[in-house]
């Protein structure tokens, strides 16, 4: 949790400084602590889902996360809109925009993610084969990566 706080507070000041040189330290002030709330706001939800992460499948956790950082920038782009923007339709066209670039990203996380995903069932399969007493067992992979 500490290691989370510290980022979010780096990545946090970070943002805050980059508007500060366009938009003046008010306004940095604005943007640092609305990314710090709609961060913490993502992170919360992130540590409480690892807490139950014994409970969910890997498919389920990667789902946690895409929903975490994708809920992250709507709720920065609906607390901006409020706070900052003047028109509406910009707002709306952002969260659109968002929306449509994270369905993109869950299922490019899906289609990536799956051979892992088919290969750790492999590997858990077999280690259910050695647990009930067989020695016969061979466990093939499909990738080239840590799980083969």
């Known amino acids: 949790m500490t290691r989370s706080l510290l980022l979010l507070l780096a990545a946090a000041v970070t943002g805050g400084g980059a508007v500060v040189g366009v938009y003046g330290p008010r306004a940095g002030l604005e943007t640092a ?3 710090s709330g709609t961060g913490g706001a993502g992170l919360l939800a992130a540590h409480t889902a690892a807490r139950r992460r014994r409970q969910m499948r890997l498919s389920q956790q990667f789902s ?3 929903a975490a950082a994708l809920g992250t920038i709507l709720a920065a782009t609906v607390a901006a809109a409020i706070l900052m923007f ?4 910009d707002a709306v066209m952002i969260c659109v925009i968002t929306a449509f670039a994270g369905v993109v990203a869950i299922r490019a996380a899906q289609l990536l993610g799956s051979g892992v995903l088919a290969d750790v069932d ?5 280690l259910d084969a050695v647990a009930d007493g067989r020695r016969d067992v061979r466990v093939r992979t499909g990738g080239r990566d840590e799980l083969a």
Request: no cysteine; net charge positive; proline share 0%.
């Open 33 to 35: 602590l609305l990314l």
């Open 122 to 126: 492999r590997v858990r399969f077999g």
């Open 64 to 66: 946690v996360a895409s």
């Open 86 to 89: 003047v028109s509406d339709q």
